[in-house]
């Protein structure tokens, strides 16, 4: 499958589960935001507290673990603007139309990250390079 057709039905799921997720709502009358409602009420997540996306779990020092899968929410919209060359009586020529797009989002929970532990990291080993004057760069290329 490709990225791109494999990204649309992602997309797609998480159209249908964000639908179900406004029904609960609604039905509950839950104050709670659709990925608020998708993280704690729809996907098992297995009592976890905290979610970031892979790159925040590396930049606090974690792995994810080898066959994770991330959970899919909406991200933060986006909005732009749009040239259309219409030549519609209604609209002007090239003028922009305004939109918001809601990007996908994957994140990881703390349940399925782990501490990358770097070696001397944390250590009081001082490293102490030595040099020795009977070899020369030429010795060691």
């Known amino acids: 499958m490709s990225k791109g057709k494999q990204f649309k039905e992602t997309r797609m799921k998480l159209i249908e589960l964000s639908n179900v997720a406004k ?3 609604q039905k509950e009358r839950l104050d709670m ?4 409602i998708l993280l704690k009420l729809i996907y098992n997540t297995n009592g976890a507290t905290e979610f970031n996306t892979f790159a925040q ?5 974690y792995t994810i673990l080898k066959g994770s899968k991330a959970f899919v929410i909406w991200g933060q919209p986006r909005t732009g603007n749009e040239n ?10 090239g003028e ?5 797009f ?3 989002c994957y994140l990881f929970s703390d349940k399925q990250v782990r501490k990358v532990e770097i070696a001397g990291v944390g250590a009081s080993k001082e490293i ?6 009977d070899h020369s760069i030429d010795d060691i290329l």
């Open 128 to 133: 102490v390079l030595e040099t020795n004057p």
């Open 84 to 93: 259309k060359e219409e030549t519609d009586t209604k609209r002007g020529e």
């Open 33 to 36: 935001t659709i990925n608020e």
């Open 57 to 61: 779990w590396k930049e606090l020092g």
């Open 23 to 25: 029904q609960m709502r």
């Open 96 to 100: 922009d139309d305004e939109y918001s």
């Open 102 to 104: 809601f990007p996908v």
